[in-house]
C-alpha cells in the first residue's frame, strides 16, 4: 500500500515563505514524476510544480519565480516565497510510483490547507 503523506502548511502572512513536503510511503520500486497541485475555493485544481526522477522541473505561469520544486528520492519539497492571499488553497502533492510488478498508478496526497492573511 503507498501513501503519500503531505506535511508543512498553516496559516502563514502575506510576505512570508512556507515550505511542504510530501513523502511516499510504502512499497514501491521507484517514484518517477512528483508534483503538487493547489485548489482555492470556488476555482479548479490548478498545477504548482512538477519535478522528474532527473530533477527536471516544471511549473504553472501563476507561480513562476516564486514556488520551488525540489526532491530527494521519494520525498518532494515545495517552497513558497513572498506569498499573498491568493495563494490561499489546498496543496497537494501527486506521484507516479512505479510498484515492484512495474505497473505505474498515480497517486493523491489528502491535501494540506494553506491559508495566507493579508
Known amino acids: 500500500q503507498v501513501q503519500l503523506v503531505e506535511t508543512g502548511g498553516g496559516l502563514v502572512q502575506a510576505g512570508g515563505s512556507l515550505e511542504l513536503s510530501c513523502a511516499v510511503n510504502g512499497i514501491f520500486f521507484r517514484v518517477n514524476v512528483m508534483g503538487w497541485y493547489r485548489q482555492a475555493p470556488g476555482k479548479q485544481r490548478e498545477l504548482v510544480a512538477t519535478?522528474?526522477?532527473?530533477?527536471i522541473t516544471n511549473s504553472g505561469d501563476s507561480v513562476k519565480g516564486r514556488f520551488f520544486i525540489s526532491r530527494d528520492r521519494s520525498t518532494a519539497l515545495l517552497h513558497i516565497d513572498s506569498l499573498t492571499p491568493e495563494d490561499t488553497a489546498v496543496y497537494y502533492c501527486?506521484?507516479?510510483?512505479?510498484?515492484?510488478?512495474?505497473?505505474?498508478?498515480?497517486?493523491w496526497g489528502q491535501g494540506t490547507q494553506v491559508t495566507v492573511s493579508s
Open positions: 519535478i522528474t526522477s532527473g530533477e
Open positions: 501527486t506521484a507516479d510510483v512505479e510498484t515492484p510488478e512495474l505497473s505505474h498508478r498515480d497517486y
